[in-house]
């Protein structure tokens, strides 16, 4: 068996949805430039909704014997990188051979080892994972030595809903409500703007606090747009509130400032390595000791076969992995390991639901934690009611 074509499709559904999207004002990197503050757009058009119309990109790969693996939504970005550097690369190849198969899409792609080439790489990692369940018909935590539990504790990422104190309340009460018993909030400033801007992070903290109890584990994101000295006071004056973990204080390279964090912070915990890449990027930040809690992105990283190494070498420095988002993904590599070495899953609520409008399998979380799925593969096959718009073939 080889696989024999790699394809995209451009897909359509109707998305029903009445809860407000994209509310909130965040803190990034680029803001501090002012024709670059405004957040970025949703990825559908919400002028005419609800309902919305929304669209996406699919990977597929396909076999000689008729085996088709399926990885999405995924960025346009992705498939112009598939077609361009991948797609003739895994024509003739075994589809088990994937450690095979993402060496030499590593040693092809060498100047893209980060960033958007390592994403697309990751992709193409995921759609492979799929095929070989399909092939074995597991889902493939248990191809990967899994399941270590029957579902997995969620945490409620309030990313897009707004960050005004009574709105933090009401929706941390609503998601507490629901079983959830972790929260985390994305803090509204940074430090162009000063004391201000402080007292409008303290007000988000506090609220959450104030809605979620005395028990719940409350985390907080700050988008790698702070620094040392402003993230150090923002520790000290919510120490009150106990914040879990401060997340992306600082930006993704400055590293020992990461591990001087983390001297420095007492209790309250430095998470990080959403934008790192790689055994080999991850083991940087491990080496410097820069992270409470690792957060390499399964989709993003490397795809399965990178974060099983990923997993491997945090469990070695007793940090546990707690993966930015990755969807249905990081279900199946977090159910694949033990409850230390990543304990926990984010359910970034926005885009998971939006996410779901494709999916056949939708990811719910019940009673804040997300069963395991039962259906051979990964879980990304389209729903019946989506449209395939265009169909096209990415290898040569
Ligand atoms: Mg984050």
Redesign the pocket.
């Known amino acids: 068996m080889k696989i024999d074509r790699i394809r995209s499709l451009y897909v359509r559904a109707e998305w029903d949805y009445h809860e407000p999207l994209g509310e909130a004002h965040l803190s990034r990197p680029a803001s501090i430039y002012p024709e670059l503050a405004a957040d970025p757009a949703w990825p559908l058009d919400t002028a005419g909704g609800p309902p919305y119309t929304t669209t996406a990109h699919f990977l597929l790969i396909d076999t000689d014997d008729g085996g088709s693996g399926i990885c999405g939504p995924v960025d346009a970005e992705d498939i112009a990188i598939i077609q361009r550097h991948f797609a003739d690369l895994l024509i003739g190849e075994d589809p088990h051979a994937i450690e095979r198969i993402w060496d030499k899409m590593y040693r092809v792609a060498i100047h893209g080892r980060k960033g958007s080439q390592m994403m697309a790489l990751s992709k193409v990692d995921l759609a492979l994972w799929d095929l070989k369940g399909k092939l074995l018909g597991a889902p493939v935590y248990q191809l990967l030595g899994g399941p270590s539990r029957d579902s997995i504790r969620a945490y409620a990422s309030m990313l897009g809903f707004s960050v005004a104190p009574d709105k933090v309340i009401e929706r941390t009460r609503h998601f507490l409500a629901q079983g959830f018993t972790a929260f985390?909030w994305?803090l509204p400033c940074a430090p162009k703007d000063g004391e201000a801007g402080i007292r409008r992070n303290l007000a988000v903290i506090r609220a959450a606090r104030e809605a979620a109890g005395p028990d719940a584990d409350l985390m907080f994101?700050a988008?790698s747009s702070w620094n040392v000295p402003y993230t150090l006071r923002m520790i000290e004056l919510s120490r009150d509130y106990r914040p879990y973990w401060f997340?992306?204080p600082v930006l993704a390279d400055l590293i020992p400032q990461y591990a001087e964090l983390r001297r420095e912070a007492r209790g309250v915990f430095i998470s990080g390595g959403?934008h790192e890449y790689t055994r080999w990027g991850v083991k940087a930040l491990l080496d410097a000791r820069a992270v409470d809690i690792l957060?390499a992105d399964v989709t993003w990283a490397g795809g399965i076969s990178e974060m099983q190494k990923i997993c491997a070498l945090a469990s070695a420095n007793a940090i546990p992995l707690i993966p930015?988002h990755g969807g249905w993904a990081s279900t199946h590599l977090i159910a694949s390991q033990t409850v230390t070495a990543c304990p926990m899953q984010e359910w970034l609520i926005q885009h998971g639901r939006h996410a779901n409008v494709f999916y056949r399998d939708k990811l719910i979380p019940v009673d804040g934690h997300i069963p395991l799925p039962a259906a051979p593969g990964l879980n990304m096959d389209l729903a019946a009611n989506v449209e395939i718009v265009e169909e096209r073939a990415l290898n040569s």
Request: charged share 55%; net charge negative.
């Open positions: 985390k994305f994101d988008w997340e992306e959403e957060q930015h």
